[in-house]
């Protein structure tokens, strides 16, 4: 009985509609906004487990909203990277929200749960969509949610950050569109199944991608257009970095990847290289600043440009091993969501406690607020990609690939990359053991943020053991394969 | 007058926009930037819906058009609400030069 | 239901969870953390134990788990894996009680107790480990549970030290990462097997092999402070005296030593790592490290550093005996890895007890000490002479054999290396020796506790002398079964005769 309603029920549809109303609850009873994001999100991890357990059985699903199919109606299309990307949204956004409840003022809570709610709804949308088009929709309404969530604590840099932020953002999105549109052009439609089998190696593809990867690239801060990213991230309110690095970011790497997976991969002409060396200049440049840094969460901002980085590497990797590198890629995208989720609500944390983020005067918080520090210190495990931990099963994948094809100069980059990034996480918790040169009073910081951060920190340990369940269900409906072909 | 020439200049209309995106330090100048890139963008959808003699325009780049003047709209109003906020704090509505330290 | 499937899963997590749950104890809860410290001590020691008999009589414990496409976590009980495990269960029993007494009244316990179970959890799930995977796991895990150790203190000294020794051990794992990462390319498997997994490898291969080799033993020789991969060591003396036992004797530097040997014997396997020509260089490299070590061990007046000195030259020895691939020579090296943990866990543990006491700190202010704690200097004059090689101390066995191995391997050079070395081990203990009893005490000590009529508190006395015992029946008692001279044996004769 129960399992026929699991299986036959629109879960897809759901996982729109939910946060959205959510999102309008939240703006008309804003007392109780608190309570209706959190029971919001914990619907939406199990709406999301549903569907895994869906299409785990019954295979992708696929539906067209009212009957009409695209280019006209709205598709919805639900396969196992969706899956994972609705993961990642809902998991690590459950962590975020139960934070948030604790971090905000109410008056503050009033305006973030309605935008958070959308930015979600926005993001599930995207996630679920089986066409280019409305894949621009959603990825203008992350944006715009994104943005305003940016701005919602004010001040000088807050505001700054989300102008800049704004700006990027939309150029990204006008650039995508442009490549609908010569998409559309030249292929006739917008439905990505479609484009798929009628894509050829004419200029007008190129061009199309050419433009729909820059403004993706802007948008996912890849070297050199990172620019905007570091100060965004790090003027935000904790919760909001948190969101930002761990899932904002990663709506446009899906995109780029479903594209590239779908689309062009088998007429690339070289652009994974391409896409490639910026990854790999994003790993070292990114850990090197954020090396550089002597303030907490621009430090972090910086990590997740470096992260990032990683992902890309499995685009030149992939022509040779398509699916295991994407499963690493796919593996490394959920292990950082978590991780930097916690690192910068544990950022939040020791910012709440002392009233600032300077490294140097960290003072003793691992006596003092043991949970925090642990929670960055797990986080950083991950990060790094030591073992047992989500990052290190992302990295050794990638690695694992980068040996066999004989990449050497990818090697060295994952490495290093791993070394850097031990260096500047290492040099927060150095920090964290000594006294400050002056002792500063402290505010108490509640124990539902500390757990919040330890929490996710700790799931992206778990994940070091959980790849043999997690990797077959991204593979459902073999979303990788298509990459594997190559001309 | 064909439907490619349409297209060009909306292309030359993103191109500009885009310039002007990166030159202005005024916030105002780079939102109608951004507007005049998004009206390029129609423009070229729009050229590229009539697909060849008297067959009738493809609609649904139309469609897709009057959405995206949807997001426009609301896009623009988010910016200039930004910007006031932003000119309200710091005297001037311009991007602040420094990276916050 | 297969219980002998989960013992080794039990033995790792026998610390593992009292150490989590210690983390979580409010900073009083002393009678609690002291329980759940010496119950998981107890129970870890109770499975080894069920361990060791269940191995005599036939049974294989091994747990499998999976954990990456085509890879597992492997935790076996073989022969080499139980005589690292029983002697890192043995010690970290010792070391918590010595800990405890020496930490006594000191801040932040929940969280030094918390991380000193770890770090034997990672001890113990490097001896156990079945794979080179699951053994890379523990080994960064290891580096990890460590570093708050190291800079418990929270000083500036102390946070340099950990740096230090973080960027030793982070490039060493990343080079021994690498290295497996790149074996695993070739092979496709990363099970430990005796006489090692690569002779399938055709000649194609060799030069990326000996790179792989070059780079395990690099990442490993961090750890077990091969010059001069060893500067962290005199460094990571900032730490408080039982941590600096447990990384000179049971963990650390251990882990490393043993990764060697079963990189040696279980992966590349003696007779292939001979035929690629890689076995004298690493003799060299030990032989080397050994006088180097003794060499700067004579010219401390801090004691700690004198130790640790020593600990750098002790345990190429493991490595020499390893690297000069005979029988004999292997006897001699595995079995110091138990001798040298016993007695360097002594000479720590009563270098600690004279700090603690007396304020003693440098070897000039040791005068007389014997007279004033003569239990102490007793187990450290055992320990010294086990270290020397005077036989009837453990540590005569291992040069013992470590000389005939080298004899049956026609390299003489290593008598020389060893004479050289014991020489050289005489002229730094045994003037400790001379002055610690023979010498007049001073008026007064540079800063002393008083423990009423025992010369130092239980907790502190009862271990060194437990273990420096431990030291001398190793040695008197070496032909019994049982004994690590036959646990060594036994291995040797797996690695080189068995069909």
């Known amino acids: 009985m129960l399992q026929a309603v699991i299986a036959d029920s629109h879960w897809a549809i759901i996982l729109i509609l939910l946060p959205l109303a959510a999102a309008v609850l939240c703006f008309l009873y804003a007392r109780a906004a608190n309570i209706i994001g959190v029971m919001t999100l914990s619907a939406l991890v199990l709406s999301v487990a549903a569907l895994g357990w869906q299409i785990r059985e019954t295979g992708v699903y696929h539906h067209a909203i009212g009957g009409w199919e695209a280019p006209l109606g709205i598709g919805l299309y639900a396969d196992g990277l969706s899956l994972l990307m609705l993961t990642i949204t809902a998991v690590a956004g459950l962590g975020i929200s139960i934070y948030a409840t604790s971090y905000f003022k109410q008056q503050d809570a009033a305006r973030f749960w309605p935008l958070w709610l959308l930015l979600l709804a926005s993001l599930n949308a995207l996630y679920l969509s089986a066409d280019i088009f409305n894949l621009y929709i959603t990825l203008e309404l992350v944006g715009l949610a994104a943005v305003a969530l940016a701005a919602l604590t004010g001040g000088r840099d807050a505001l700054a950050g989300a102008m800049r932020y704004l700006l990027a953002t939309l150029l990204g999105s006008l650039a995508y569109l442009l490549g609908v549109a010569l998409l559309y052009h030249g292929f006739g439609s917008v439905d990505i199944a479609i484009l798929a089998t009628q894509a050829e190696p ?20 890849l070297v050199p257009l990172h620019f905007w990213l570091p100060a965004t991230h790090a003027s935000a309110a904790a919760p909001v970095s948190a969101l930002l690095s761990a899932l904002v970011i990663k709506g446009a790497f899906y995109i780029l990847l479903r594209l590239w997976l779908e689309i062009f991969a088998p007429h690339s002409g070289g652009a994974e290289t391409l896409l490639g060396l910026l990854g790999s200049a994003a790993v070292i440049w990114g850990s090197l600043q954020a090396l550089r840094q002597t303030r907490l969460k621009l430090l972090i901002a910086y990590s997740t440009v470096a ?23 796919g593996y490394l995208a959920l292990s950082h969501a978590l991780a930097k989720a916690a690192m910068f609500l544990a950022a939040g944390n020791l910012m709440r406690f002392g009233g600032h983020d300077r490294i140097a005067d960290l003072d003793r918080v691992v006596q003092r607020l043991p949970l925090t520090a ?95 369940f997690i990797l077959p269900l991204m593979d459902i409906g073999d979303p990788f394969s298509a990459s594997g072909v190559q001309p | ?40 963008v129609s423009l070229v959808l729009v050229a590229l819906a009539r697909r060849g003699g008297d067959a009738l325009p493809d609609a649904v780049p139309h469609a897709m058009v009057i959405t995206g003047i949807v997001v426009a709209v609301s896009a623009t109003a988010l910016a200039l609400v930004l910007m006031l906020k932003l000119a309200a704090e710091t005297g001037s509505a311009t991007l602040p030069d420094d990276s916050p330290e | 239901m297969n219980w002998d499937a989960w013992i080794p899963l039990l033995v790792v997590a026998s610390s593992l969870l009292p150490g989590l749950v210690i983390f979580t104890l409010a900073e009083e809860r002393i009678r609690l953390r002291t329980g759940l410290n010496l119950f998981g001590a107890l129970t870890k020691l109770a499975l080894v134990g069920w361990m060791f008999w269940g191995v005599y009589n036939g049974h294989h414990f091994e747990t499998r788990l999976p954990l990456l496409p085509n890879l597992e976590l492997v935790l076996r009980a073989g022969p080499l894996a139980l005589l690292f495990v029983s002697l890192s269960t043995v010690l970290w029993l010792v070391t918590t009680i010595y800990a405890i007494g020496y930490l006594e009244g ?28 699951t053994f890379l796991i523990f080994y960064e895990f290891l580096t990890l549970a460590t570093y708050p150790l190291l800079v418990h ?16 051990t982070m490039i060493g794992g990343a080079l021994l990462l690498l290295g497996t990462a790149w074996l695993y390319s070739l092979t496709g498997t990363l099970e430990f097997t005796p006489r090692g997994f690569l002779s399938g490898l055709g000649e194609e291969h060799r030069h990326a092999l000996i790179i792989i080799f070059v780079l395990m033993i690099a990442g490993l020789g961090v750890k077990a402070a091969l010059v001069p991969l060893h500067g962290w060591l005199p460094l990571a003396m900032v730490a408080p005296a039982p941590v600096s036992a447990l990384l000179h004797a049971v963990a650390v530097v251990k882990a490393g030593a043993f990764g060697i040997v079963r990189v040696v014997y279980d992966v590349f396997g003696v007779d292939f790592a001979t035929g690629l020509g890689v076995m004298e260089p690493l003799a060299w490299l030990a032989g080397f490290t050994i006088i180097y070590g003794s060499l700067r061990a004579l010219f401390q007046d801090d004691l700690k550093r004198r130790l640790a000195f020593s600990t750098i030259s002790q345990v190429s020895y493991i490595v ?97 290396v060893l004479a050289g070395s014991s020489l050289l081990n005489a002229a730094y203990f045994l003037p400790i020796l001379h002055a610690a009893w023979f010498r007049k005490s001073p008026e007064s000590w540079p800063h002393e506790h008083d423990f009423g009529r025992k010369e130092t508190a239980w907790a502190l006395l009862l271990p060194p002398l437990i273990t420096a015992a431990l030291a001398l029946a190793a040695g008197l008692l070496a032909t019994l079964p049982f004994s690590p001279l036959e646990w060594a044996k036994l291995i040797s004769v797996r690695e080189f005769y068995r069909p």
């Open chain 1, 307 to 329: 992260q990032l980085g990683y992902l890309f590497i499995a685009f030149p990797l992939s022509t040779m091993a398509g699916a295991a590198v994407w499963s690493a890629a």
């Open chain 1, 202 to 221: 004419v200029p007008v593809l190129w061009v199309a991608f050419g433009l729909m990867g820059a403004g993706l690239a802007l948008k996912m801060a």
């Open chain 3, 106 to 133: 000191s801040p932040h316990r929940s969280r030094f107790f918390g991380f000193f179970s770890l770090c034997v959890t990672a001890t113990v799930g490097v001896a156990l480990s079945g794979n080179m995977i």
């Open chain 3, 320 to 416: 020499l005996g390893v690297a000069i691939a005979g029988p004999i020579a292997t006897i001699g090296g595995v079995v110091h890895l138990v001798h040298q943990g016993l007695m360097k866990i002594t000479l720590f543990f009563c270098a600690g007890n004279l700090a603690e006491t007396l304020g003693i700190h440098k070897v000039s202010e040791m005068n007389g000490v014997g007279r004033r704690m003569p239990w102490t200097m007793a187990a450290f004059t055992i320990g010294a002479f086990g270290m020397i090689g005077a036989p009837p101390v453990a540590g005569f066995i291992s040069k013992w054999y470590l000389g005939m191995g080298a004899l049956e391997a026609g390299q003489s050079w290593v008598l020389l």
């Open chain 2, 1 to 40: 007058m064909s439907s490619f020439s349409f297209a060009l200049a909306g292309i030359g209309l993103f191109v500009l926009g885009l310039h002007a995106l990166i030159v202005h330090a005024h916030l105002l100048r780079k939102i109608l930037a951004i507007n005049i890139m998004g009206s390029g």
């Open chain 3, 153 to 168: 203190r929270g000083t500036e000294e102390a946070r340099r030290a950990g740096h230090t020794y973080l960027v030793y």
């Open chain 1, 374 to 468: 642990g929670a960055f210190a797990l986080a950083g495990v991950s990060i790094i990609g030591l073992p047992p931990s989500g990052g290190f099963v992302g990295k050794w994948l990638l690695l694992e690939a980068a040996l066999t094809q004989g990449r050497w100069e990818l090697v060295v980059v994952i490495i290093l990359g791993s070394l850097l990034a031990a260096a500047y996480v290492f040099k927060v918790l150095g920090r964290a053991f000594t006294q400050a040169p002056v002792c500063q009073k402290a505010r108490a910081v509640p124990a539902r943020m500390e757990w919040a951060a330890l929490l996710l920190a700790c799931g992206a340990i778990l994940l070091g053991f959980l790849a043999p």
